[in-house]
């Protein structure tokens, strides 16, 4: 199993890289043998360690019509049973030479009149469609079209090696060991082939980079790879292109570029526009100022068949306020394909939606108090990022303060006012009542102690709540052991200057306080209360014209009373 996984991703990573080379090697060579006997597979030289050496005598009419030039690249053919997988080779040697010889003799390696015209450390044959194994010569070979000329191949080793295609010829061959003097006769021609070059220098394009099948809309940065498919050394280059037919700005490339080398070489960015097909085409021309001998490697194509629009988020709102101790809900809609990702971050906290499949969002969240929340990272089902709302805020407001006094306590023959302070604006409290105040009659009720509680909304519907207990004290026939105090304010309403006629059962230390509507303490002073009935000044010039609440509150009773500012 684990070799038949193996396989399978060769064969995707040679079909991948084809396509990338199709611009760069021929599918088959211009010139091949065209052998009238059946061949048959070989493993000498390619997939042997010891016979891993050997020489061919090729004559002009084992070609068809080659005409004379310079042979820039050669090919073998590999068995086609065998897996398309790259073979790699150490030390791979390749020699070529004219000779008068027809056939080769068994004995001593020919070398007169060869020349090393591609040698490599290490090399890997990669097949093209029809199972050709090509090589780009790095010093060409000019084949005079009329003369025999000799083949040498050897290797030191290989990784993974293949059966080279070969056909049954006495005297055309010969084999042996690199480390051997002398030669075996193999009496066969190998499927060879060869293209044509007018010089040794040939620039091409092996692809394009930043252009895809599909991409995102917006401006994308392209490049071309370069190679110098040549012998020459490649030391400038024009590389033109044009998208939609449309002809881009060309660039001129400078540099230093070895044969069988490549460069990434930008050409510059294009906007991309979704719903669009495109084609880009890029070619090279007038390399090294001259002439390319072989132009059907200078251009690579990709075609953009789609272009996805950017996703977008868009909040139902850039804020939100809630009270204190509450949640917030933040809602927004989506567009692109689904599904989507994409995270929010309170500074602190990071909360990852994954995978929405609704073209809607919504997340929760409570903060304890008003707190920003940044969108990152948007992503759609066509893999594009996509533009966010920069953040929403969620602003927490303070619930409203309450306070509904003392604790009191009256007899059951009295009544007493309880106000809530508050910067509220509506009120309710447990007896149903909707008012700043409520009366509490001593009578209405049993003896014992009673809890009044209110609650309060501000404008923001944010509430607070408090309560206050009453004690109502039964003094039939008992003589009340609390200071019972009564009091009037006069005259009301007043410029400022305010008497108190009080009148109590005890001494005792009295708050004397006067309170605006909100329940804020405008006045507070402290006073003795003799029992029985006395007076007080008190000097409230300084407040503005409006209605006030005058309260006396003691050790064990609170009492109120209306007083109205008019200057």
């Known amino acids: 199993m684990k070799q038949l996984r193996w396989s399978m991703l060769t064969v995707v990573v040679l079909m991948a890289f084809a396509v990338g080379m199709t611009g760069a090697v021929r599918a088959q060579p211009q010139y091949s043998t065209s052998f009238l006997t059946t061949v048959s597979p070989s493993s000498i030289p390619f997939n042997s360690t010891t016979n891993n050496k050997v020489q061919w005598v090729f004559h002009p009419s084992d070609f068809s019509s080659a005409p004379s030039g310079n042979i820039t690249r050669i090919y073998f053919r590999r068995q086609p049973s065998m ?75 290989f990784g993974v090696g293949f059966d080279v295609m070969q056909a049954p010829l006495t005297g055309r061959s010969v084999y042996g060991s690199t480390t051997s003097p002398m030669s075996n006769p193999q009496n066969v021609l190998v499927d060879f082939g060869f293209d044509m070059g007018a010089g040794g220098t040939d620039a091409g394009l092996e692809g394009l980079t930043g252009v895809a099948d599909t991409l995102c809309e917006g401006s994308h940065s392209l490049s071309a790879t370069l190679l110098n498919n040549g012998p020459a050394t490649l030391q400038n280059v024009t590389i033109q292109w044009k998208v939609n037919g449309v002809v881009q700005s060309p ?61 977008t988020a868009t909040p139902a709102s850039h804020q939100l ?73 969620v602003v927490v407001r303070p619930n409203p303060t309450v306070d509904a006094g003392a604790d009191q306590t009256i007899r059951m023959t009295d009544s007493v006012e309880l106000v809530a302070a508050s910067t509220g604006v509506t009120y309710l409290w447990s007896t149903g009542a909707t008012t700043p105040s409520i009366w509490v009659k001593g009578s209405d009720f049993s003896a014992g102690t009673h809890t009044f509680s209110v609650t309060v909304t501000d404008n923001h519907q944010c509430t607070g709540s408090d309560s206050v207990s009453v004690t109502i004290v039964d003094d039939t026939g008992v003589e009340a052991r609390e200071n019972l105090l009564q009091f009037s304010a006069s ?25 605006s509507l909100e329940g804020k303490v405008r006045h507070n002073q402290l006073a003795e209360i003799l029992a029985g009935e006395q007076t007080i000044q008190l000097d409230l010039h300084h407040l503005p014209d409006g209605l006030y609440l005058i309260r006396l509150r003691g050790e064990q009773f609170s009492t109120v009373k209306k007083m109205v500012i008019r200057k």
């Open 321 to 393: 306020g809630i009270c204190h101790g509450d949640s917030a809900e933040l809602t927004g809609s989506l567009s692109g394909i689904p599904p989507w990702s994409f995270s929010v971050s309170d500074g602190t906290t990071v909360y990852n939606l994954q995978n929405l499949l609704s073209p809607s969002y919504a997340l929760w969240v409570a903060p304890t108090s008003t707190t920003t929340y940044t969108f990152q990272a948007l992503t759609d089902g066509s893999g594009c990022q996509g533009t966010l709302p920069s953040s929403i805020q």
């Open 83 to 157: 897996l398309p997988v790259i073979n790699t080779y150490t030390n791979l040697t390749i020699k070529m030479g004219e000779t008068s010889l027809g056939s080769l003799p068994p004995g001593p390696w020919v070398t007169g009149g060869m020349s090393t015209v591609f040698q490599a450390s290490t090399f890997d044959f990669i097949p093209t469609p029809g199972n050709w194994m090509p090589v780009t010569l790095q010093t060409p070979f000019n084949y005079t079209g009329s003369s025999n000329f000799i083949v040498e191949v050897s290797h030191g080793g």
């Open 491 to 515: 005259p009301n309403p007043s410029v400022g200057e305010v008497t108190l006629h009080i009148q109590g059962t005890r001494s005792e230390m009295v708050h004397i306080e006067v309170l």
């Open 251 to 311: 660039v001129n490339w400078n540099g230093t570029l070895p044969a069988n080398n490549t460069v990434s070489v930008s050409l510059g960015s294009y906007t991309f526009v979704a719903g669009n097909p495109y084609s880009v085409i890029a070619w090279t021309y007038n390399p090294n100022n001259q002439a390319d001998p072989d132009p059907s490697n200078d251009t690579a194509t990709v075609y953009v068949s789609q272009v996805y629009q950017q996703p």
